[in-house]
């Protein structure tokens, strides 16, 4: 019989514990380049960054990139602020769903007193954020929102797309690169009948998959795992998958032993924005939706972290393909 000393955990859970730690300092490591290479600045607070020339040159040309690659759908280009109207949002029902995301702005509308009592706790070190009033606007979790409640109550039959990116802001710091609270995503959004909306997402992942691959990265598409809040979240988790209902474009920017990250995806929504919007197609049926996203800032930092920090070493093949 042989004696060996009782690990203190059990072997799977220790090789769990190791691999998250070096995932962690992966993470970390790339965070440090990119800041140390003067590609991104540390503004002090986990996933908020401000960007340097190097950094926008690149992600312009990612996004320029994305927008050719989507030129034949001819979509109909909207814009919007990186807030939106309480009410515009509570008909998402993005609040049932992802909660812990989500995030608010509040604003002063007290008196004289209630500043002059602000100002004192300010003083005292405390926290003041109390004294303001929720202003009924949210954060833009997702660039898509603001068109469904734009639309109208029909839409044609052949539907109708539309060209939409902007700030989206979701409330999960990290230290890892690719998670920002803050960041941007060019979405080719679809309002049609079912058919219409289920080829939006279907047709273009082929040419999606391929302009990411033009870029040097190594992409797989896999069903999308959404994190859905608490336990119902968990059944709407498993729906998303089982009904194959969103893919994502992921890349393994920490490496083949790490879970690969998303940096672009192709969503059906079926009829929900239809509904709780009151969208109809011409033919008076429910209009169903879907959403293609390109993840502005995680696919530029892909880049940096395949081809290295200066854009000009990285393979002929990629700059041509970013027209860089
Ligand atoms: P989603 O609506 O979750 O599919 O997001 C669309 C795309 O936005 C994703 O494929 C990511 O590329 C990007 N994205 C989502 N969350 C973040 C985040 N926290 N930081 C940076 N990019 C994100
Ligand atoms: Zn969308």
């Avoid at 219409?196 to 302009?211: F, K, V, W």
């Amino acid at each position: 019989m042989t004696i060996t000393e009782h690990p203190t955990t059990a072997p799977a859970d220790t090789a769990v514990a190791d691999s998250a730690a070096a995932l962690d300092a992966a993470r970390a490591a790339l965070r440090a380049r990119l800041l140390a290479d003067g590609v991104l600045i540390d503004l002090g607070s986990p996933g908020l960054y401000g960007r340097t020339g190097v950094f926008e040159r690149v992600y312009t040309a990612v996004d320029a990139a994305a927008v050719r690659s989507q030129h034949d759908l001819d979509a109909e280009v909207l814009r919007f602020p990186p807030v939106e109207p309480l009410a515009a949002f509570e008909r998402t029902d993005y609040i049932a769903s992802f909660p812990d995301l989500a995030a608010s702005i509040s604003g002063f509308t007290g008196d004289d007193r209630t500043h002059r009592a602000l100002l004192a706790a300010r003083e005292r070190g405390e926290r003041w954020e109390s004294f303001l009033q929720p202003a009924d606007l949210m954060l833009t979790p997702a660039v898509c929102h603001p068109v469904y409640g734009l639309v109208g109550d029909t839409v044609p039959q052949e539907g109708r797309s539309f060209d939409i990116v902007g700030d989206s802001f979701r409330r999960e710091p990290s230290l890892d690169p690719m998670r920002l609270q803050a960041f941007h995503m060019h979405e080719f959004v679809h309002i049609g009948t079912p058919a219409s909306a289920e080829a939006h997402r279907d047709g273009r992942i082929p040419m999606m998959r391929a302009l990411l691959e033009s870029f040097g990265l190594a992409i797989d598409v896999v069903p999308a795992n959404d994190p859905f809040f608490g336990r119902v979240g968990q059944m709407l988790a498993r729906n998303q998958v089982e009904q194959s209902l969103k893919f994502e474009f992921v890349t393994p920017v920490y490496g083949p032993d790490h879970e690969p990250t998303a940096i672009s995806s192709a969503n059906l929504h079926e009829d929900h924005f239809g509904t709780s919007f009151g969208i109809r197609t011409a033919d008076g049926a429910v209009a169903h939706s879907a959403c293609l996203a390109f993840g502005l800032e995680r696919i530029t930092i892909a880049l940096f972290a395949a081809h290295g920090t200066d854009p000009d070493t990285w393979p002929t093949e990629v700059r041509t393909a970013l027209a860089l």
